[in-house]
C-alpha cells in the first residue's frame, strides 16, 4: 500500500501564503498531477511532503502513518528535481548505484548490480553505465536522474518538473516513457508542472493549484469537460478555451451568468450559422487550422479542418453548439442552466 494523503496542511514565508489548507490524496497506483503557474504552491507542496519544509499547520500521512514531524530520511519518498542533480564525476553506473550504496540498505554487489541494469534497461540507457554524467545529453542526464529514484523502490516518487528543461522531442518521448513505467511498475507518483500537455496525457487525476490552493481535483476529462471556474477551463486545452460576456449568445442563459465559454473546436463554421463573425488571423497547422475571429468585437478561436477555404477578413457564419457552452458568474465561478 503506496498512499500519501495530506490534510489541511498550510506553509507560509514570512508574508506569502504558499499552501493554503491543501487536503488531498495520491492513492496507491495514482500518477497525480498538480498543475498551476509559477507561485501557485506546486513546488512547495512537494517538499512539504519529502520533509524539505515543515508545515505551519495539518498533517501528511504516507501509508497510514503520520510523518508530519519526521525526517526526510524516514519518509520513504523519492525526490526528482527539475534539474537533474548528478554526480559529475561518476558514471551513469555510479550515480544509479549510490542511494543503494546506503548502509542502511544492507545489499550485496550483486544485488545493486541486478538494480542497476534493470533500471537502465527499462529507461534505454544500459549502452551508457559507463560514461561519466558530464559526457551525457540533456534527455540521458534526466533518465539517469528519473533512474535514482527508480532504484530506490520508495513508497511515493515526487517530480518537479522533471522535463521542463527539455526540448520539445525529448519531452513527448519522456512523457511516453514515465508513463509506461510508473504503469508498469504500479508505482505511486506525484507529478508538478505548469504544462497542460504533460497533465492531460499522463495524469489519473490533476490537481488544479491557484495561490496555494487546491480548487479543482479530478479526472483529466472532468477538469477538461466540467471546470468548476474560468481560472481551471483556461489551464487545460490549447488553443484556450473562449470566454465571452454572455449576452453576446443569444441562447437560453442562467440568470446569474456574466461569462459564456466554449472550446475552440466547438465553434462551427457554417453558412447557417446563428452568429457572423469576420476572420482576423488564421494559423496552419498541417492537420487543422487556428482561425481567430471578430465576434461582436471579442477575439474567439475556431479549430477547423484545413479544406474550408477561408480568407483572411472574410465574413463567415458561426454555430456554437448550446450543449458546448459554459456559463459563469461575476466570480467566474460555474453556473448551471
Known sequence: MSEVRLENISKSFKQVDAVKNLSFTVKNGEFVV??????????????????LEKADGGNIFINKKRVTNLQPAERDVAFVFQQYSLYPRYTVYDN???????????LDKNKIDEIVHNVSRTLHIED????????????????VAIGRALVREPSIFLMDEPLSSLDAKLREELRLELK??????????????????????????????????????????????????????????????????SNHLN??????????????????????????AKIETIQNLGVEQ???L????????????????????????????????????????????
Open 34 to 51: 498538480l498543475l498551476g503557474p509559477t507561485g501557485a504552491g506546486k513546488t512547495t507542496t512537494l517538499r512539504l511532503i519529502a520533509g
Open 96 to 106: 544509479l548505484a549510490f542511494p543503494l550504496r546506503s548502509p542502511l540498505r544492507s
Open 128 to 143: 551508457k553505465l559507463q560514461n561519466k554524467a558530464t559526457q551525457l545529453s540533456g534527455g540521458e542526464m534526466q533518465r
Open 180 to 245: 509506461n513505467i510508473q504503469v508498469i511498475l504500479g508505482a505511486t507518483l506525484l507529478f508538478v508542472t505548469h504544462d497542460h500537455i504533460e497533465a492531460t496525457t499522463m495524469a489519473d487525476q490533476i490537481g488544479v493549484l491557484k495561490e496555494g490552493e487546491l480548487v479543482q481535483f479530478d479526472t483529466p476529462d472532468k477538469i477538461y469537460n466540467d471546470p468548476n471556474s474560468i481560472y481551471v477551463a483556461q489551464k487545460l486545452g490549447s488553443p484556450k478555451i473562449n470566454v465571452i460576456p
Open 251 to 276: 441562447s437560453d442563459i442562467p440568470g446569474n451568468a456574466k461569462f459564456a465559454a466554449f472550446r475552440p473546436e466547438n465553434v462551427n463554421l457554417e453558412q447557417k450559422g446563428l452568429f457572423e
Open 290 to 292: 487556428i482561425v481567430s
Open 294 to 337: 471578430n465576434f461582436k468585437g471579442e477575439i474567439i478561436r475556431a479549430l477547423v479542418k484545413p479544406d474550408n477555404h477561408l480568407n483572411l477578413n472574410e465574413d463567415v457564419n458561426i454555430d456554437i453548439p448550446q450543449e458546448y457552452i459554459l456559463y459563469f458568474d461575476k466570480n467566474t465561478k460555474r453556473v448551471y442552466p
